[in-house]
């Protein structure tokens, strides 16, 4: 089904603002320069701005023209990943080791696109607020920007947001009822032992030893404590401990993340992990510590505005392009913390090529008309203006 001319019209400026934002990438809580250039565009459409929510966040607030009605939000994220990019296109990352490995330049410049479109033409009722979000690659931007009054001073019913996805095809949306993305949380353990000579094991406490059984302990959970037909995963994904070759260290620490698509299973895995960590001390005599770092809940998405966004979906793509029970995702995304505090929906863009977070990762810009227009479409049908981008009624 067609987007209208007056987003294909965009897709030139929104190609041009993402790979603006792709040549000059910025980390979590670094994004001074992005948050200025969404400041300076939102300010030449005479949006009213405001700057510095959650340190680096930004929030645009337009009033439709056709009187009083319900707020809604949108969100999209502005941070880059600390990995080096080794794709080579002409805006290629002048930052070496900074890209924009997971699309967040193009989110933004869908929320770009949509306020420019609104702002031109304010056909609606009620508020919709921009959210321009920092630090989702490390989970902490959303609630910067709660504890900073983003409910308090921006008071939206209810929220949407968007998130490409390559595993779907270009041209497609995907959504899923309910939890749409996993929860995260990072773990670090440090096991204090005993050191000694590699030759006289005797006189240790090992901590490599009690670490390897620690490791494959930590994986029963998922077999043995968690219910088959629920999500749960346990990933060791970093072992450091000892110098050399003939010293047994007095300490190891490992690194991971456990991801839960339900509250009370991720509940159940760590109060689990911390009884194998206090098992595993017990039985070896040694000190085992267990903290928790960097979380978020699963993204879960609400039943109506799910079904709005299905609705917008049909009218955009057509129902052939849906994938309306798509797959959950064990990957996390801190838009969760808001959907804990406000119904929401969050949803997929499909863009084909690399996974998000690949070094070869692009954001499709084909695909950023049909996330404009999925937004404009939310628009008229939670904010009443009774209009069909798509001529689709």
């Known amino acids: 089904m067609p987007i209208s001319p007056e987003i294909q019209a965009l897709a030139s400026d929104m190609r041009l603002w993402r790979q603006q934002i792709h040549s000059q990438p910025e980390t979590a809580f670094q994004e001074h320069k992005t948050a200025n250039f969404v400041v300076e565009l939102l300010r ?6 405001h700057t510095g929510i959650g340190q680096t966040g930004v929030v645009g607030v337009i009033h439709g023209s056709l009187g009083s009605g319900p707020t809604i939000a949108f969100r999209a994220d502005m941070d880059a990943l600390p990995i080096v990019e080794e794709g080579q296109p002409s805006y290629r990352s002048v930052h070496h080791g900074v890209f924009h490995g997971c699309g967040h330049d ?7 696109g949509t306020a420019r479109l609104l702002a031109e033409r304010l056909d609606f009722s009620g508020t919709v607020v921009l959210i321009f979000q920092p630090a989702e690659e490390i989970i902490q931007g959303s609630r910067a920007m709660l504890d900073d009054g983003l409910l308090q001073r ?22 899923r009822r309910g939890a749409a993305l996993a929860s995260v949380d990072f773990f670090s353990i440090r096991i204090i032992g005993v050191g000694s ?13 009690i670490g390897s059984s620690l490791v494959a302990a930590l994986q029963s959970i998922v077999s043995r404590n968690v219910n088959p037909i629920e999500n749960a995963v346990i990933s060791v994904c970093s072992f450091q401990s000892g110098e050399t070759n003939n010293v047994i260290p007095e300490f190891a620490v490992l690194d991971g993340t456990v991801r839960t698509l339900s509250v009370a299973v991720r509940k159940q895995v760590v109060e689990r992990m911390r009884e194998v960590c206090q098992g595993l ?25 799910t079904q709005h966004v299905i609705r917008a979906a049909k009218l955009v793509v057509g129902a052939d392009k849906l994938q309306e029970n798509v797959a959950p995702i064990m990957a996390g995304d801190d838009c969760a913390v808001f959907l804990q505090e406000r119904p929401g929906c969050y949803f997929l863009l499909g863009q084909d090529g690399p996974m998000c977070h690949h070094p070869h990762y ?8 049909i996330g404009v227009a999925m937004f404009r479409q939310l628009v008229d049908l939670r904010l009443g203006s009774g209009r069909d981008d798509n001529n689709n009624n």
């Open 44 to 49: 030449s459409w005479d949006i009213e701005v």
């Open 281 to 305: 001390a017990l039985a070896h005599q040694c000190q085992i510590e267990m903290t928790l770092a960097n979380n978020t809940p699963p993204t879960v998405n609400s039943p109506e505005q």
């Open 154 to 175: 921006f008071p939206f019913e209810e929220i949407y947001a968007l998130h490409n996805h390559p595993a779907l095809a270009a041209g497609t949306v995907g959504v």
């Open 106 to 112: 193009g989110h933004t410049a869908i929320l770009l």
């Open 362 to 369: 692009d954001f499709n810009d084909d695909v950023a008309s």
């Open 197 to 209: 000579h590699g030759g006289m094991p005797h006189l240790s406490v090992d901590p490599i030893m």
